[in-house]
């Protein structure tokens, strides 16, 4: 397969960041309440931390991808290009799925803005669920056209996921907590990733690079739908109005917060 090369790859990369940046300059926030009063950092992250705990359909979801990164993506990333050699005789199969994956997050980003299910969170938990069926088919060495459709269709579901999950947040949890709980959401998120690197490569050097990614896509299908076990999340509406007072009571999350 002929390419451009690495240096032409990085600098296609830093014209996509630049359009990033100018697409974020033009973004300008609001006011959403009075200020909270600042506090120490121990005081303020014991605050974050109550406000994830008292929120099952937070700490689940976090919970939920908090294992699919460590047993999903990492051994992907890890292992793709070893697997897409293997099974596909060409690493650019690995490349593919990249520019796949991206091109469906940015059609479900942008149908996600103009979709409004009645329960989000539900609607986005079951989205994610595709995802892991890109990495079954990959590790399985599915024919090209049915791995470009469940690698498309779970960059969608990603998309979807991922402005339905950061609208949630902003709806739902009080102005002088958001960037506490979102600290804890990246957190918990991605703390494990680093783990999942160096596990996926030693088990992949044991049991093979295309079962670890097997085995790790069929644990993250079962995280993702048990991130639906609360009813929290599955209960979850959208707001009946685009301002409604706070409610201090977690388990009344009806509340909106423009």
């Not at 329960?119 to 986005?124: C, D, G, Q």
């Not at 938990?125 to 069926?133: D, E, G």
């Amino acid at each position: 397969m002929i390419g451009v090369g690495a240096a032409a790859a990085f600098a296609l990369d830093v014209v996509t960041f630049a359009i990033s940046i100018a697409f974020l300059l033009r973004v300008h926030p609001r006011e959403r309440g009075e200020p909270g009063r600042r506090s120490t950092i121990l005081v303020e992250l014991r605050e974050g931390w109550v406000a994830v705990r008292e929120r099952a359909w937070v700490w689940a979801t976090i919970a939920a991808f908090s294992v699919t990164l460590l047993c999903g993506v990492a051994p992907y990333f890890t292992l793709g290009a070893s697997i897409a050699a293997d099974r596909y005789g060409d690493v650019a199969v690995y490349g593919l799925m990249q520019i796949l994956s991206g091109a469906g997050m940015v059609a479900g980003s942008v149908w996600g803005s103009r979709w409004c299910p009645r329960f989000p969170l539900r609607t986005a938990m079951s989205w994610t669920l595709l995802w892991p069926l890109g990495l079954v088919a990959f590790a399985l060495g599915a024919p090209v056209g049915l791995l470009v459709a469940t690698v498309m269709a779970g960059g969608v579901g990603l998309g979807l996921f991922g402005v339905w999950w950061e609208t949630a947040l902003a709806q739902r949890i009080p102005p002088h907590l958001l960037s506490r709980v979102s600290a804890y959401d990246w957190m918990g998120s991605f703390a494990f990733l680093p783990v999942g690197y160096v596990l996926a490569g030693v088990i992949g050097d044991a049991v093979g690079a295309s079962a670890t990614l097997l085995v790790g896509a069929c644990v993250c299908a079962v995280a993702l739908a048990a991130g639906l076990l609360p009813r929290e999340t599955r209960m979850l509406t959208q707001p009946s109005s685009e301002r409604a007072p706070r409610a201090p009571a977690a388990s009344q999350e009806a509340p909106s917060f423009p």
